[in-house]
């Protein structure tokens, strides 16, 4: 509980950009794969990005050249940064942290593209 702390979601229009942030403890973040999911109404839960604790990247084709994930080692923070979004992008958007066995949930931050 409490493991990842998100914000930043809201309200932008076709085109606009926004930028997700994670915010988590040191042994979580220098150990654990980072990762952003969504989920829109309806549909499954599915995997946006993800960052490797030494900076490998894996993109949904769907927002590829679209979006970026980061890592700021000294804030123990992931930042995903999503431009040129679409309606389609609109969901809740979570937070998750894994190495097995763990896996943690952020609260999930809603993301809704709409003029």
């Known amino acids: 509980q409490g493991q990842l702390v998100e914000s930043g979601g809201g309200l932008v229009q076709p085109g606009g950009s926004l930028r997700l942030s994670c915010a988590t403890s040191?042994?979580?973040?220098?150990?654990?794969?980072m990762g952003w999911y969504r989920q829109a109404p309806g549909k499954q839960r599915e995997l946006v990005a993800s960052i490797t604790t030494t900076g490998s990247t894996n993109y949904a084709d769907s927002v590829k050249g679209r979006f970026t994930i980061s890592r700021d080692n000294a804030k123990k923070t992931v930042y995903l940064q999503m431009n040129s979004l679409k309606p389609e992008d609109t969901a809740v958007y979570y937070c998750?942290?894994?190495?097995?066995?763990?896996?943690?949930w952020g609260q999930g931050t809603q993301v809704t593209v709409s003029s």
């Open positions: 998750n942290a894994h190495l097995f066995p763990g896996n943690y």
């Open positions: 040191e042994n979580i973040f220098n150990l654990y794969t």
